[in-house]
């Protein structure tokens, strides 16, 4: 069964940081690269970051310079390293694959940034 778990959110203060992982039940060099996504409430999904097979990556603007999208090959795992997280960052986060494949849609992993 394909599937993608996300996990390690949480509650986190302001300029605080979070590592989140999305573990992958298949070989994630199927597809052209993965993707992190995120849903506020109230919001549409949006795109946060993205790397592809190749090891390059892309970021929305409202993360760069404090996001970090990388891999663990072996375990077919991505990461999501968060620092300097601000309120504004609170929202469901997912993971897929790029291309995206709607069935591949998980629970996503919860972050809140609040004092």
């Known amino acids: 069964q394909v599937r993608l778990v996300e996990s390690g959110g949480g509650l986190v203060q302001p300029e605080g940081s979070l590592r989140l992982s999305c573990a992958a039940s298949f070989n994630i060099f199927r597809f052209n690269g993965m993707n992190w996504y995120r849903q506020a409430p109230g919001k549409e999904r949006e795109l946060v970051a993205v790397?592809?097979?190749?090891?390059?990556?892309k970021y929305a603007d409202f993360v760069k310079g404090r996001f970090t999208i990388s891999r663990d090959s072996a375990k077919n795992t991505v990461y999501l390293q968060m620092n300097s997280l601000k309120p504004e960052d609170t929202a469901v986060y997912y993971c897929?694959?790029?291309?995206?494949?709607?069935?591949?849609w998980g629970q996503g992993t919860q972050v809140t940034v609040s004092s």
């Open positions: 790397i592809f097979n190749g090891g390059s990556t």
């Open positions: 897929n694959t790029q291309p995206v494949v709607s069935a591949y």
